[in-house]
């Protein structure tokens, strides 16, 4: 008998790793990794956050973790394989924006960005397939933006869009080095959604009047509309996927 279609989905006895899960669409993708079964080992600085969101996801297991630091990311894949004896999921979601222009954006600046959107993330995909055991695959969802494709300008900086484009090409490139051992690594590409990370955006009418006008929906992302795909990629559904870059954006990039 076929199974039925949604039993793909299903994410139970699979440990997941969400980094940025403090807050945004970090929370949001371990609340729904969770409700697919999974234990979700949800990282971030933010402790407190961490241990709110765990009061509210039953099986939710907080690790405080600055995903630049190299002794944090070795601390995470440990606790992760602690659990399960090998990470199934890991979502790259941990980020930060940049100042808007170029002339004022420091080279500090640039290079924290880089740091924490490309580098961290990077590494600590290197560190959980290290670990992984031979005849175990993984499914690697790496969160860009549409920064990272097309020019948001006079929204988005100079660092931003360079992390978010080379998250993309990473993504492809281990995709490709890493097929043949059943580890799949995709990109997931949301548009404009009211986050944290975008304060302000939508509380003023010029710049939320502008997401209206440059998307095809006619409007932001709402809370939950990414979700789906980042369980579509996290999950036995796309076990023919790889390498894909997959924008939730409302059209913006297909203008």
Same mark, same amino acid.
């Given at each position: @008998?076929?199974?039925?279609?949604?039993?793909?989905?299903?994410?139970?006895?699979?440990?997941?790793?969400?980094?940025?899960?403090?807050?945004?669409?970090?929370?949001?993708?371990?609340?729904?990794?969770?409700?697919?079964?999974?234990?979700?080992?949800?990282?971030?600085?933010?402790?407190?956050?961490?241990?709110?969101?765990?009061?509210?996801?039953?099986?939710?297991?907080?690790?405080?973790?600055?995903?630049?630091?190299?002794?944090?990311?070795?601390?995470?894949?440990?606790?992760?394989? +602690?659990?399960?004896?090998?990470?199934?999921?890991?979502?790259?979601?941990?980020?930060?924006?940049?100042?808007?222009?170029?002339?004022? +954006?420091?080279?500090?600046?640039?290079?924290?960005?880089?740091?924490?959107?490309?580098?961290?993330?990077?590494?600590?995909?290197? +560190?959980?397939?290290?670990?992984?055991?031979?005849?175990?695959?993984?499914?690697?969802?790496?969160?860009?933006?549409?920064?990272?494709?097309?020019?948001?300008?006079?929204?988005?900086?100079?660092?931003?869009?360079?992390?978010?484009?080379?998250?993309?090409?990473?993504?492809?490139?281990?995709?490709?080095?890493?097929?043949?051992?059943?580890?799949?690594?995709?990109?997931?590409?949301?548009?404009?959604?009211?986050?944290? @990370?975008?304060?302000?955006?939508?509380?003023?009418?010029?710049?939320?009047?502008?997401?209206?006008?440059?998307? @095809?929906?006619?409007?932001?992302?709402?809370?939950? +509309?990414?979700?789906?795909?980042?369980?579509?990629?996290?999950?036995?559904?796309?076990?023919?996927?790889?390498?894909?870059?997959?924008?939730?954006?409302?059209?913006?990039?297909?203008?």
């Amino acid at each position: @008998m076929t199974a039925l279609p949604f039993a793909s989905f299903d994410l139970t006895g699979r440990v997941a790793v969400v980094t940025g899960a403090s807050s945004g669409l970090g929370a949001g993708f371990a609340r729904t990794l969770a409700a697919a079964g999974a234990t979700v080992v949800a990282a971030a600085r933010r402790a407190d956050r961490l241990a709110a969101l765990a009061a509210e996801v039953p099986g939710l297991v907080p690790v405080e973790c600055d995903v630049t630091v190299p002794a944090d990311r070795d601390r995470l894949v440990a606790r992760a394989n +602690e659990i399960g004896g090998g990470i199934d999921v890991l979502v790259n979601n941990a980020g930060m924006p940049g100042p808007p222009d170029a002339l004022g +954006e420091t080279p500090e600046e640039f290079d924290r960005i880089l740091d924490l959107n490309l580098t961290a993330g990077v590494r600590l995909a290197v +560190e959980a397939v290290r670990t992984l055991p031979d005849d175990r695959g993984a499914s690697i969802v790496n969160i860009s933006s549409v920064v990272g494709l097309v020019s948001t300008a006079p929204i988005g900086g100079a660092g931003y869009a360079a992390s978010k484009a080379a998250v993309i090409g990473v993504t492809r490139e281990l995709a490709g080095q890493w097929g043949r051992r059943g580890v799949r690594v995709n990109a997931l590409v949301p548009g404009w959604f009211d986050t944290e @990370m975008t304060d302000g955006l939508f509380t003023n009418e010029k710049s939320a009047g502008w997401v209206r006008r440059n998307t @095809m929906l006619g409007r932001g992302g709402q809370d939950g +509309e990414v979700d789906g795909a980042l369980l579509f990629l996290a999950s036995d559904a796309s076990s023919y996927v790889t390498g894909h870059v997959l924008a939730v954006d409302g059209g913006w990039t297909a203008r």
